[in-house]
């Protein structure tokens, strides 16, 4: 892959998958703009790969759109231009059924997992398409391809997510803009880990869970020009779960 001197933005990148990706653009030679909640981790990973590339970090909540596109501009400030984005943050919603639900978890599970990737999109594309293109992955989840119980919220802003990627990559193939989506399984991160570990592998043909770093080979090659023709996609990364 040819990615030296690109700029990618990535969300959610202080931890898990987010991180993982940033570390293999980084090693591209690609400059990085950075964005999580958690200021602590995301100024670490900074420093770390700030010794390779170029990265600039922004901490706040991505679930308003003023913050995000405030982000966009240090992007065009700092950058000049914009190639990849991976719009990754992601919570997880209490395990009830839906009627249990209050309206305060379904915003704001729907908030990040759903609106942050819609207010990411309509940042990052215009200066996609000042840049002369550009490729972005959204990150949804097996769960944005089939359901589970008594997550009604995440499984609803998962789904919607991989609704928005094909809508956004139908309105831009022409103009050199590609979208796809990423559906892992359980991945070994943060966002899982207070769940039985060994009842998540047993959902898993395979035997394990995935790791970020094989969730980021893929996000990467996608974003890259090694995926030239591929956009609208859904990248199923799952260990076989939602062949069963």
Same mark, same amino acid.
Request: charged share 10%; glycine share 10%; hydrophobic share 40%.
């Given at each position: 892959m040819t990615m030296k001197n690109k700029v990618a933005m990535i969300t959610g990148a202080a931890s898990g998958i987010g991180r993982a990706v940033a570390e293999q653009l980084a090693a591209q030679q690609c400059q990085l703009c950075l964005v999580d909640q958690n200021a602590d981790a995301l100024e670490a990973l900074a420093e770390t790969l700030g010794k390779q590339v170029k990265v600039i970090t922004s901490t706040g909540d991505l679930s308003q759109a003023d913050f995000v596109e405030n982000v966009v501009a240090q992007v065009e400030q700092q950058f000049g231009?914009?190639?990849?984005?991976?719009?990754?943050?992601?919570?997880?919603?209490?395990?009830?059924?839906l009627h249990e639900l209050t309206l305060e978890t379904w915003n704001s599970v729907?908030?990040?997992?759903?609106?942050?990737?819609?207010?990411?999109l309509k940042a990052q594309i215009p200066l996609m398409l000042k840049s002369g293109g550009g490729s972005v992955v959204n990150t949804s989840s097996m769960l944005g391809l089939v359901a589970t119980q008594n997550r009604a919220a995440y499984v609803t802003s998962k789904h919607a997510v991989t609704g928005l990627s094909k809508a956004a990559a139908l309105d831009y193939a022409q103009q050199n803009i590609r979208v796809n989506s990423v559906h892992p399984g359980y991945i070994e991160t943060p966002l899982?880990?207070?769940?039985? =570990? =060994?009842?998540?592998? =047993?959902?898993?043909?395979?035997?394990?869970?995935?790791?970020? =770093?094989?969730?980021?080979e893929l996000i990467c090659f996608l974003l890259s020009e090694q995926a030239s023709f591929i956009t609208g996609a859904q990248y199923v990364i799952d260990g076989g779960y939602t062949i069963q």
């Open positions: 231009r914009l190639d990849y984005a991976l719009n990754n943050a992601g919570v997880t919603s209490p395990a009830q059924p729907l908030g990040v997992n759903l609106n942050s990737v819609f207010y990411g899982i880990s207070h769940i039985d =570990q =060994q009842m998540l592998i =047993q959902k898993h043909p395979i035997g394990r869970l995935g790791t970020p =770093q094989e969730v980021a």
